[in-house]
């Protein structure tokens, strides 16, 4: 009961938000905030949007079999955040975009712009259901399971509430209940650690020096080339993924667009890309915790990484108090990215698929439509989904993003003209012959592409452009 309290609480104030910043709002006021959040704002809440449920539960389980070797890619963020805030941001703020989509009209021609935007919108869907699946399946399993409540039931209850909070405000509510539930989250992690840690008997200096001493601290690793935890793979791809999965992704952009002027925004992103390094450096530090309270205490260690962090705060092991703080944690860390993916998704199908920006009947009837295509997406991966859920969303990326990078990157370093018609068909061919590469090569030499398959996807893509090319632009 007191999960289902905690969870109503949560959501009544989310709901709360919602309708102080959903006062007298149009399609401006849910596509772009009227241009008038404070940067700081969408800076914090931005760490929450993007870690996620999935980060949440999986990451810490991750020092498993890939020690601390996530930092790396953590670094890598950084440099993508800057890159984003310094090449892409600029653009945007100067043709003054409601999606970013619509550079690509504006760039390549009308069907590359659909092409792009129907990229995003597959993209979104399954990214979120991935995401969200997380949270649904944990609130499940530990709270409302023996409540004989059916998985579906749990899936429709929680994309309704998210739906509830967003259909008025759209994003100008998510700046605020971004930053909630960003520091509901933060706060849930450090909670944990300090409950871990007194179970242990040990002081907070202690279990630092716990982690550092502990085999699982190695962070770098130089001499595996092979190894898809080889440094290099990991920081190059870090920087692309944050390139991929935030600057070309309306999701991710749409908050930071709505910043006042292109400096705040630029800003925002650079301090959110700085923030993922001790955030991410938090959960790591969790699961060698975790691994020292299983041993401390005789506990089976779970198979798999993302059973790691649930096997003792989701049952009860650690008390009552890192239960409801386990649950808060996922629910917050889920609903925002969640909630911004059911607002883009709105925003790019009103205005990128239909050209209809200023119908906003149309808008109510795709942000509800949409909602019910999260839960479809979500019971489909409850029924497919066999492997770590965070590699699982990368590999998802890597397909389904590595167009949308091939297209940005051709548009942005090129002076070259494509011929338009062409360009959804080498966009769908492009994820169909990096599959083909990734199953031959691992077939012949052993090799298993990692992330760097994003960078793989978008640079055929950039080739099928190219050779597409039927003259070259006037530089500007």
Not at 133 to 139: D, K, T, W
Request: with cysteine.
């Amino acid at each position: 009961m007191i999960y289902i309290l905690t969870f109503s609480l949560y959501f009544a104030v989310l709901l709360a938000l919602s309708r102080i910043t959903g006062r007298h709002a149009d399609n401006d006021t849910f596509y772009m905030a009227n241009r008038r959040s404070p940067w700081y704002v969408v800076a914090f809440g931005m760490i929450g949007a993007s870690i996620s449920g999935v980060t949440f539960v999986s990451v810490p389980g991750m020092v498993m079999r890939n020690d601390m070797t996530y930092m790396q890619t953590c670094i890598g963020f950084i440099f993508g955040y800057i890159a984003v805030a310094f090449i892409l941001v600029p653009v945007y703020y100067r043709m003054n975009l409601t999606t970013i989509y619509t550079y690509l009209q504006h760039r390549l021609g009308n069907r590359s712009y659909k092409t792009g935007a129907g990229f995003f919108v597959l993209s979104g869907i399954t990214g979120a259901a991935v995401r969200f699946y997380v949270a649904c399946m944990l609130l499940h399993r530990f709270v409302l399971a023996d409540t004989g409540m059916p998985f579906a039931a749990t899936v429709c209850i929680m994309v309704a509430c998210i739906w509830a909070y967003t259909r008025r405000g759209g994003v100008k509510t998510l700046v605020w209940t971004d930053t909630l539930q960003t520091l509901c989250m933060l706060a849930a992690v450090v909670l944990i650690i300090v409950k871990v840690a007194e179970a242990m008997d040990m002081t907070l200096t202690e279990a630092v020096a716990t982690v550092a001493s502990d085999a699982h601290s190695r962070i770098f690793v130089f001499d595996d080339w092979v190894s898809t935890q080889n440094f290099f793979k990991q920081f190059i791809s870090g920087i692309f993924i944050v390139i991929v999965m935030t600057g070309l992704d309306q999701n991710m952009m749409q908050k930071n667009l709505t910043c006042k002027t292109l400096r705040e925004a630029q800003k925002d992103l650079c301090f959110g890309g700085m923030a993922f390094v001790p955030v991410n450096l938090l959960f790591l530090s969790l699961g060698i915790l975790l691994l020292h309270l299983a041993a401390h205490t005789g506990t089976a260690i779970p198979s798999a990484g993302d059973e790691l962090l649930p096997a003792f705060a989701a049952t009860g092991t650690l008390g009552t108090a890192v239960q409801v703080l386990f649950t808060l944690g996922v629910v917050a860390a889920s609903f925002s990215s969640a909630d911004s993916a059911l607002t883009a998704l709105t925003t790019s199908c009103c205005v990128d698929i239909m050209g209809r920006r200023n119908d906003e009947r149309l808008r109510h009837r795709v942000h509800l439509a949409l909602a019910a295509a999260f839960i479809v997406f979500i019971m489909i991966f409850r029924a497919v989904n066999s492997t770590s859920v965070i590699d699982a969303v990368y590999i998802l990326c890597s397909y389904t993003y590595g167009p949308l990078l091939g297209l940005f990157a051709f548009g942005l370093l090129t002076h070259r003209n494509v011929t338009d018609r062409l360009v959804p068909y080498i966009a769908i061919a492009s994820p169909i012959i990096c599959f083909a590469v990734d199953t031959v090569t691992s077939h012949l030499t052993g090799y298993k592409f990692g992330y760097e398959l994003l960078l793989l996807n978008g640079m055929i893509t950039f080739a099928g452009l190219w050779m597409s090319g039927k003259c070259v632009l006037d530089k500007r």
